[in-house]
Every structure is written in structure tokens, then in C-alpha cells.
């Protein structure tokens, strides 16, 4: 594969995955939020039966490993996927958009915390960004205006937004740990066999909450197009955006290919405005600005012991 491949499979990667956060925002609409996870999981992990399989020359799982693999999906895949679904549905797309930017500069700092990575100035500059950012858009008094599509925001209120802006938050801080210990179990289990295993917990963690909330869900109900989209919200968040990462990676640096994640905000924000029928105000396009600042301060090659931390991609 040459490098031009590369790049685009790691654009297409980043693309897919604003794509998704901003188009949760119906998903929310027609499901309820752990109805909706549920049937995320098992979509997902009926598209990954194959990856189960233990190949012939994996070593025996420690249990040191099952335990790595079970904190993995609980922040990464329950939780990351909890809390990212509320939280859309308290805000905009496009405050999505920003807060999700600053997923590089969480996973350096707990990177700095819990593994004594060091990181260097540009690195700090992307947290101060990250932080701008998210307070810019969390004090913009427009940002459920009612220039959106009505189906859409009808069930968001303006005075819930802070707290949709703090799940986003916590969805991030979740991602970032699903980076740190996602780095310790790529040594022992294949990327593959780490996203159908971690699919799997996440599906047995939310089936409880899942099953309650199917047993009176009217399914009739449900548009077509709300299948569809939850098709491709599937596809994309348990099977595609991580193939095409891990792709683009055999062929890039790691710290080079953590560039393309400007690519999440800008496709959220897009997807908002453009099928959402959301609108930028001044304090979102100044916070928009300040996001993706920071993620290229976060992501750029770094030219010393500061190198900054290779990202993953939100799920």
C-alpha cells in the first residue's frame, strides 16, 4: 500500500467518525439512548463473528489481559458510548464537534499521569486549547437556537445543554483512557480480536438496560431511514473506523497519522450544519478555531522526548 492510500484510509477514518457523533443526534431521537447502544453492539459485533477466533499463534490470555479487555470496553465502548449518546442529545452537533477535539490532548495528559510519558510545550498548549474551546462553546447562549431541523431539537432544552457539554466531556476523558490501556494490549492480541472481544463486553454490559428498555419500545414505529442510519452508526463505530485506522497506520507514523484527527471536528460540524440544519454563532466559530488548533498543536511530530502520544479512534 503506498502512502497516498494511507492517508486517505486515515482521512476516511476520522471523517466516519465526526460523521457518526453528529448523526447520533436522530438516532437519539427515534431510540432510547441504551436501547440504541444495544442494538449498536449487537450489530457491530454480528458484522465481527469472524474476528473472535483466536489465530493459531496467539499465546493463552493472561488474566491480567481478560482484565485490561474488561476496563477497555467499560470506559471505552459502554461508557465512551453512554455518555457521548446522552450527550448529543443535550447539545448541538457541532458543540460535539469541538468537545470530541480535544480527545489528542486527553489521552497525552493521561498518558503523562498514569504512564510518566513526558510531553512538551506544544502538547500544554493543546490542553489550554482543548479547555478554551470547550468553555466557549459550553457559555454560548444560541447554541440550541431554533434554527435546526424541529424533529430534530424538539426534545432539547437550552438550560440542559451544559450538562449534554459535560457528558461530551466525560465521553472524552473515556476515549482517552481506551487509548492508554488500548497501548498496553496491542502487545499481546491483534487489533482485530481487541475490537471483537471489547465489542462483546459492551454488548453484555448494556443488554441488561438494553432488554428493559426493547420490552415496551414500540419498533413499528421506527422510520426506515432511522434503521438505516443506525445501520451505518453500527458499521462505522464498531467496524469501519477502526479498520481503516489500523490500515492507514501499517504505512504511517503514529504521531503523523494523529494529524488527520482534525478531520473528527470538521465532519461533525459539517454533518451539523449541513444535514442538521444547525448554525455557527460567533462564540462556536471561535471555539471551532481554538479546537482545531489544539489538535494540531497535539498531533504534529513532535522532535524530541515530548512526542506526543499516538491517538485512537472515538467508537
Request: one cysteine or more.
Amino acid at each position: 500500500m503506498n502512502r497516498i492510500v494511507a492517508y486517505a484510509c486515515l482521512a476516511l477514518s476520522m471523517s466516519l467518525v465526526g460523521s457518526y457523533v453528529a448523526l447520533s443526534k436522530p438516532l437519539v431521537i427515534a431510540f432510547p439512548v441504551f436501547l440504541l447502544a444495544w442494538l449498536r453492539f449487537g450489530i457491530g459485533g454480528t458484522a465481527m463473528l469472524h474476528w473472535l477466533k483466536k489465530p493459531a499463534g496467539e499465546v493463552p490470555m493472561s488474566r491480567q489481559t481478560g482484565r485490561l479487555l474488561f476496563l477497555e470496553s467499560f470506559l471505552g465502548n459502554f461508557l465512551f458510548s453512554i455518555c457521548m449518546l446522552f450527550g448529543v442529545s443535550m447539545t448541538s452537533a457541532v458543540a460535539a464537534g469541538v468537545i470530541m477535539a480535544s480527545i489528542p490532548a486527553a489521552v497525552a495528559l493521561m498518558s503523562w499521569f498514569f504512564l510518566r510519558e513526558r510531553i512538551g510545550a506544544r502538547v500544554w498548549g493543546a490542553v489550554a486549547c482543548a479547555v478554551i474551546g470547550i468553555g466557549l462553546v459550553s457559555l454560548s447562549k444560541n447554541e440550541l437556537s431554533g434554527h435546526a431541523v424541529p424533529r430534530v431539537e424538539a426534545d432539547l432544552a437550552s438550560q440542559n445543554a451544559w450538562l449534554g457539554n459535560l457528558l461530551l466531556v466525560g465521553a472524552v476523558l473515556c476515549e482517552a483512557a481506551y487509548a492508554v490501556i488500548g497501548k498496553k494490549l496491542t502487545g499481546t492480541l491483534s487489533p482485530k480480536r481487541i475490537t471483537a472481544l471489547i465489542n462483546l463486553w459492551g454488548f453484555a454490559l448494556v443488554t441488561p438496560f438494553g432488554l428493559w428498555m426493547a420490552w415496551g419500545f414500540d419498533f413499528g414505529k421506527v422510520a426506515p431511514s432511522a434503521w438505516l442510519l443506525l445501520l451505518f452508526y453500527s458499521l462505522a463505530a464498531s467496524v469501519w473506523t477502526v479498520w481503516l485506522w489500523m490500515t492507514g497506520l501499517r504505512n504511517v507514523p503514529a504521531n503523523q497519522a494523529g494529524v488527520f484527527t482534525v478531520l473528527l471536528p470538521v465532519s461533525a460540524a459539517a454533518i451539523g450544519v449541513i444535514v442538521l440544519g444547525e448554525k455557527l454563532n460567533g462564540p462556536q466559530i471561535g471555539a471551532f478555531a481554538i479546537a482545531l488548533t489544539g489538535v494540531v498543536l497535539a498531533t504534529l511530530p513532535g522532535r524530541g522526548p515530548g512526542k506526543p502520544v499516538p491517538v485512537e479512534p472515538p467508537h
